[in-house]
């Protein structure tokens, strides 16, 4: 099976936030992911992780102002140095987390922005983050995410995704491939699997089921098969990353929600 994180962004809303890593060690995961830990001392973070014998494997740097509907600044021409602040605070959050990833949010094209300045603006800020982020032995990730989830997000793409890795050909800027994301925009998502893997640009992996985005074990994805395709792919090629479980439970907040949602994984 493949190595299972808990996002806690999404998993455990029935929980505080600094409860959920307790519900999650309880449930068996050893690995948690979530979007942006920064209400949180980085320090208090820790030791829930160290109390709970957890590992991070990812999260966000900050997106800009989410509240005014921000989500990233890596695309956006003029706010390089808000970006850079980004990238220096999630390195700082990576460093006591001791977290080997950060994912790095493109954010949303602006109405009537052109494209190639927005492209090129991306490209900019992807390279110098990549850059301070080897320096502190980190890697970065980029997403391609529906915009149907959310409308204008710049990068949505799998195949464009991969080809800004490949043309900044930075060893520690990758892919993070969400098979949710993946399924809306473009599916084939087995055939992707098999195809992206042993190029060593996926840094990361995150599912749910497709349209609802919730447990692993309904809807249109057939996620027994994608595990066992991505059992075996992993293990032809040696790629040994997480697959963050990024999903909503079923149930929603109420209690004991996302354990009993968590047959898929006992199976
Ligand atoms: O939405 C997703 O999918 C993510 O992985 C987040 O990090 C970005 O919203
Ligand atoms: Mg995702």
């Known amino acids: 099976m493949p190595r299972f994180a808990a996002n806690l962004t999404m998993l455990y809303?029935?929980?505080?936030?600094?409860?959920?890593?307790?519900?999650?060690?309880?449930?068996?995961?050893?690995?948690?992911?979530?979007?942006?830990?920064?209400?949180?001392?980085?320090?208090d973070l820790a030791l829930r992780l160290q109390d709970n014998g957890l590992q991070q494997v990812l999260f966000n740097a900050p997106p800009g102002d989410w509240a005014a509907g921000e989500?990233?600044?890596?695309?956006?021409?003029?706010?390089?140095a808000a970006f850079r602040d980004s990238m220096e605070r999630a390195l700082d959050y990576a460093h006591t987390l001791q977290c080997p990833r950060i994912h790095v949010m493109a954010g949303l094209a602006p109405a009537g922005a052109d494209a190639s300045a927005l492209r090129a603006?991306?490209?900019?800020?992807?390279?110098?983050?990549a850059n301070a982020a080897a320096a502190a032995g980190r890697e970065v990730l980029i997403e391609p995410i529906n915009q149907r989830d959310m409308p204008?997000?710049?990068?949505?793409?799998?195949?464009?995704?991969?080809?800004?890795?490949q043309e900044?050909?930075?060893?520690?800027?990758?892919?993070?491939?969400?098979?949710?994301?993946?399924?809306v925009v473009e599916g084939d998502v087995a055939t992707k699997i098999r195809h992206y893997l042993p190029t060593g640009r996926v840094?990361?992996?995150?599912?749910?089921?497709?349209?609802?985005?919730?447990e692993p074990d309904g809807g249109e994805l057939n996620y027994s098969y994608l595990f066992a395709v991505l059992d075996e792919v992993s293990q032809a090629c040696g790629w040994e990353g997480w697959l963050g479980c990024e999903y909503r439970p079923r149930l929603g907040a109420v209690a004991g929600a996302t354990s009993q949602g968590l047959g898929w994984m006992r199976g």
């Open 13 to 43: 809303n029935e929980h505080n936030f600094l409860d959920r890593f307790a519900a999650a060690a309880q449930d068996g995961f050893c690995a948690v992911e979530f979007l942006f830990p920064y209400e949180q001392a980085a320090k």
């Open 71 to 80: 989500r990233g600044l890596a695309c956006l021409p003029g706010r390089e």
């Open 121 to 129: 603006t991306y490209l900019a800020n992807l390279a110098w983050a």
């Open 152 to 165: 204008g997000y710049f990068l949505n793409r799998q195949d464009a995704a991969h080809a800004i890795v």
């Open 168 to 183: 900044l050909n930075a060893p520690n800027l990758k892919v993070q491939f969400d098979l949710y994301h993946c399924q």
């Open 203 to 214: 840094g990361h992996m995150q599912m749910a089921s497709v349209p609802e985005r919730h």
